[in-house]
């Protein structure tokens, strides 16, 4: 008998971002896809410098995107990458010396460690500390959060539809929750681009903390339609409602799946293991927490609708559901 999953709590993992795009891909244990390289910096336009985080791993892909937003001598820096990655800011100090530019605002898509982590470095690695603003959402009734690395600056607090402008560059926040809580996206007005953080990657897909939320948080990007959008990690993306579409897809496929396993047995019960243990065969250790996370968010989706019962940490079909 396979022994019972509980549900995790999902902050409580690491909750970042994982390359797999569907179970074919983890068969093995480990991603397939082979990951275009990355230069350092590159200018993605005549308003958009990307500066790479220069940590790259499974979860984070070529590493973590920061952007350097505007064409004037002041500019927006989006996210700041790790803690302690000298490489990084090295690389950032050189950019702002070779384009002739201070940052005014650094904005922070969400909490994870790999966007918020580098602020006091970065902060610590500029002229104008004491007048450069950083920014982030905070979710009502949220608990503050204490991180594992410091922040030696005040964190000023996001509103949705805030517009911020800099020379050559009109900038406007969007909650898009679901990745996290706190998760924002920002659509670049001038070139009705958007850089959508962790919502979309810029290779596989990503993972979330609310499956309702982060499903209506593509279809917003669908409504923004944007023309290109810049992901917290992998390329830019130009096909974007393809792409986002085929997000949504993937979820549907996933639900599908579920579903399918529990009805060829309806009359007995799964754990989450269980159901890693099929979607997931032979994935890694280190990816089955991953892994878990999904599966309970789509299970608790499934579950609000009726179509699936909890019973003592067990799942099943619900046979009056009306699938």
Known sequence: MIATVRRPQP????????????????????????????????????????VLGCNPS????????????????????????EPNVPEYIKNLKETMDKYNFELEHIIV???????????????????????????????????KRVYKFPINCPINSLKNY????????????????????DHVMLTLEEDKALFCADCVLGEGTSIFENLEDYLESLQLILKLNPVVMYPGHGSVINNTVQRVNNYIQHRIDREREIIKI????????????????????????????????????????????????EIDDHWKINTKSNL
């Open 262 to 309: 529990l009805s060829e047995h309806p009359l007995q019960t799964m754990t989450i293991k269980d159901f890693v243990d099929v979607i997931y065969k032979g994935i890694s250790k280190k990816l089955q927490e991953v892994a878990t996370i999904s599966v309970v968010q789509h299970l608790l989706k499934l579950k609000k609708e009726g179509k699936v019962l």
């Open 58 to 81: 499974v979860m984070t892909l070529q590493g973590t995107n920061t952007y350097v937003v505007g064409t004037g001598r002041r500019r927006i820096l989006i996210d700041t990458g």
């Open 162 to 181: 805030q517009v911020f402008n800099t020379e050559g560059a009109t900038l406007k926040v969007y909650h898009t929750p679901g990745h996290t809580t």
């Open 109 to 143: 898509s969400h909490w994870h460690r790999d966007h918020i982590g580098g602020v006091s470095d970065v902060m610590d690695a500029i002229g104008n500390k004491t007048d450069c603003k950083v920014w982030k959402f905070h979710p009502e009734n949220e608990k």
């Open 11 to 50: 902050l409580r993992f690491f909750f970042r971002y994982i390359s797999i795009v569907g179970s074919s891909n983890v068969r093995h244990g480990r991603p397939k896809m082979a990951l275009p390289e990355l230069p350092p910096v590159t200018s993605l336009s005549p308003r958009v410098l990307r």
